[in-house]
Every structure is written in C-alpha cells, then in structure tokens.
C-alpha cells in the first residue's frame, strides 16, 4: 500500500451468495467492526437481486455497494442484463467487470470489458477491472504480456481524466477460490508491472494515484503480508467476505 499517493480500497465479491434478506443480515454483522476502518474504502459487491438491501443496510456506515456486472448499452432488448444507469439509480457505487468467471462462463472479453468500462464511468460508477493469468499462462512465462494485453485492451479510449475512478483488480485464475495465494511477491511483482503499464498508458502522476487491487484466496491470514507490498493497494475478496469477522480481519490489515 502507498496511502500518501491512492486510496486502499477492500471490496468483497459475494458472487451468487446470500438473499437480500441474508445479504442484510450480514451487513447488519459486518458494521461494528467496518466503523473501525480509518484509511481504507469499503465495497461489499452483492447479486443485482441484493442490491436494494445492501444499500439500505449500508446506510451511515463506511460502506459503499458494487454490483459485479453490468451490460454496456443503455436499454433495449436484452433479456436478464441490467444497465449501468440502472445500477447508479439504485445507489451503486462500484461494478466489477472482467471477472474471470464472467470471462470463463459468460463469454465477457478484453474488448467487452472495454466498452463496459467507458459505459460505467459515463454513468458515474467506478469499474474495478479485472485481469490475470491461468496457472498454464503462468507456467509458460507470459503473465506480463497477458496482463498487459488485458489492461490495455480494456482501458482503449479511456480518458486521462477518468482514470483515476477505475480500480485494477490483478487476480492470478488459479488463485481465485482455490485457497491458493499468490505469495506477496507474486502479487506485488504483478501489480507493480500493471501501474508500469499504466504510467505508459497515462503517465507517472497518474498511475501513482491509481488503485490496484490483489485478488485470489485472500484472507485474514495472509493480507498483511500482500497489503505490505507497495503495489498492492488493497483486495478483492471472494469466499472470505461471506463471514463478517473474516472481511472485518482484512479491513483492520488495511488499516494497520
Ligand atoms: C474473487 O471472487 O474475485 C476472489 C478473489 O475469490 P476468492 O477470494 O474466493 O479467491
């Protein structure tokens, strides 16, 4: 982390977890020990079904709502998807785009990813954008070169001036819900070569003051040791948002 110059930013990724009525109840849990939080922002990503709820629930508190999809045209006929401006009228603050499910099981591609983050931010929404390798792209050296397509692909036409709403999130596939960290090294070495790509992309200023997220198995255990990194600027947070003391453990490793 590198407070002086961006924001920590911890966002939980429910995925198809918890009704409203759960969804609720958790952040009910969850906002006595959120309240300690002094340095870092708080985004809990819900299922669209949640959204009303959470955003209630959250309400006084430190906690901002993200849905974790979102289609990029404004209206029309596409049946089950929901539009960012729908989202912004519902008091949605984040959208997570690119996930790697949604890459894997839905077909969402660089260039998808690309039109929904400049359809995001026109509707004042933050895009955290997804990128990261398979285990084979790993093994076969070229993480660099695969994160690097992702993030420039993805961020093509975005201007200088909004850069600075999207948050990066580099999830490594073979770590998300695997309980297989990146070790620190791993996860600062690769953040530190997307804020490269971003100082080529927007300059040094600017890609200082951006937010770039590790993602994959993190938990109360190891987020000190991967929020230590200088390019780690906070997480995205599957499996271990679902328990507020879990979540509560890593937003108190942000604040440290
Ligand atoms: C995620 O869903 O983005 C994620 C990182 O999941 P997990 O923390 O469960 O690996």
């Known amino acids: 982390m590198n407070r002086r110059y961006?924001?920590?930013?911890?966002?939980?990724?429910?995925?198809?977890?918890?009704?409203?009525?759960?969804?609720?109840?958790?952040?009910?849990?969850?906002?006595?020990?959120?309240?300690?939080?002094?340095?870092?922002?708080?985004?809990?990503?819900v299922p669209f079904t949640d959204i009303q709820n959470a955003v209630k629930a959250a309400r006084g508190s430190k906690i901002a709502i993200g849905a974790q999809n979102m289609?990029?045209?404004?209206?029309?006929?596409?049946?089950?998807?929901v539009s960012a401006d729908m989202l912004k009228e519902m008091g949605?603050?984040?959208?997570?785009?690119?996930?790697?499910?949604?890459?894997?099981?839905?077909?969402?591609?660089?260039?998808?990813?690309?039109?929904?983050?400049?359809?995001?931010?026109?509707?004042?929404?933050?895009?955290?954008?997804?990128?990261?390798?398979t285990l084979e792209e790993r093994e076969q050296d070229v993480t660099m070169e695969v994160v690097r397509k992702q993030i420039k692909i993805a961020l093509r036409d975005v201007a200088a001036e909004d850069i600075k709403k999207?948050?990066?999130?580099?999830?490594p596939i073979w770590a998300i819900?695997?309980?297989?960290?990146?070790?620190?090294?791993?996860a600062g070495e690769v953040c530190s070569a997307i804020r490269d790509c971003l100082r080529e992309l927007y300059g040094a200023r600017?890609?200082?003051?951006?937010?770039?997220?590790?993602?994959?198995?993190?938990?109360?255990k190891n987020a000190a040791e991967?929020?230590?990194?200088?390019?780690?600027?906070?997480g995205l947070i599957g499996g271990a948002s679902l328990k507020a003391a879990d979540f509560a453990a890593i937003v108190d490793a942000a604040n440290q």
């Open 6 to 45: 961006r924001k920590t930013i911890i966002a939980g990724n429910w995925k198809m977890n918890k009704t409203p009525t759960e969804a609720k109840a958790l952040i009910e849990e969850m906002k006595p020990a959120l309240s300690r939080c002094k340095w870092c922002e708080m985004v809990l990503c």
């Open 71 to 81: 289609h990029f045209e404004k209206s029309g006929a596409f049946t089950g998807e």
């Open 92 to 133: 949605v603050k984040f959208v997570i785009i690119g996930h790697s499910e949604r890459r894997q099981y839905f077909g969402e591609t660089d260039i998808s990813c690309n039109k929904k983050v400049k359809v995001a931010l026109a509707a004042g929404l933050r895009p955290i954008l997804c990128c990261g390798e």
């Open 166 to 171: 999207v948050v990066i999130a580099y999830e």
């Open 177 to 186: 819900g695997t309980g297989k960290t990146a070790t620190a090294e791993q």
């Open 206 to 220: 600017a890609a200082r003051a951006i937010t770039v997220q590790y993602g994959g198995s993190m938990n109360a």
């Open 226 to 234: 991967l929020l230590a990194q200088p390019d780690v600027d906070g």
